[in-house]
């Protein structure tokens, strides 16, 4: 095994030797970040780079420690809702009956929150960099849907009761608000003609489900079973795989 030697006990030929190349080392580094574009001193100094947050002398963001944090707190959420789901204190299948709503409704949020993901995933996938703006944006969606753990339990261990249903219903239509202005924000920030803008065309499912929403709402009071029937509606309507953001990315790599 060879010991490890520090540079200022070295052998008085090496040690001189090592300080040269040390410092003609840092002068050659100083000069390429002289004669490099201010913009790409900032990208490459690794001072200025933290968790992927990239800032430019021209305000530009990199999108990576929104898409990371994202991910974390949609995670997180799912795992509140499924550890929010006690265990039934009876050894036989019928002590599992009386837990049918909450399951019911886990599974339901549980499409939704993937849903949520997977369409943010895809959004991203087209956001080239983020601003202030579009990180606030990004944490009002996360607010509301931060909610559905709760509503979830309140309907579902009040077996669908009306002022719970309607409630749940109250969430997903302000979380889906909160993803249109997310989507709109983005699209501000980077023109009519980008990508993302081009992608979400005429965006007929987005503006289907809060309308429906606000139909389930008050029909939570009248039949609870239409609005759950609704919201069962709107998550299959996001479930048909959605090919809008991979169309427009195939045909700008093909151009």
Partial sequence: MIAAIPWN??????Y?????????????????????PRESVWLRSPAWTFGGQIPTSRGIMDKGRLEAFSDGVIAIIITIMVL??????GTDLASLYPMLPVFLSYVLSFVYLGIYW????????????????????????LFWLSLIPFVTRWMGENHFASAPTAVYGVVLFMAAIAYWILQRTIISKHGEDSLMAVAIGKDYKGKL??????????????????????YVLVALIWLVPDKRIERVLADSRNK
Avoid: C, D
């Avoid at 929010?84 to 204190?89: D, I, V, W």
């Avoid at 960099?129 to 969606?141: D, F, K, M, P």
């Fill in 16 to 36: 001189n030797r090592s300080i040269k190349q040390r410092n003609g080392g840092l002068a050659n580094h100083r000069l390429k970040l002289a004669a490099a």
């Fill in 84 to 89: 929010e789901m006690k265990a039934p204190h």
């Fill in 118 to 141: 997977n369409n943010h995933h895809h959004m991203l996938h087209v956001t080239e960099r983020v601003s202030g703006g579009i990180l606030w944006a990004n944490l009002h969606l």
């Fill in 9 to 14: 006990q070295l052998p008085k030929g090496l």
């Fill in 209 to 230: 489900s809060p309308a429906l929403y606000l139909i389930a709402i008050p029909s939570a009071f009248l039949r609870q079973w239409i609005a759950g029937a609704i």
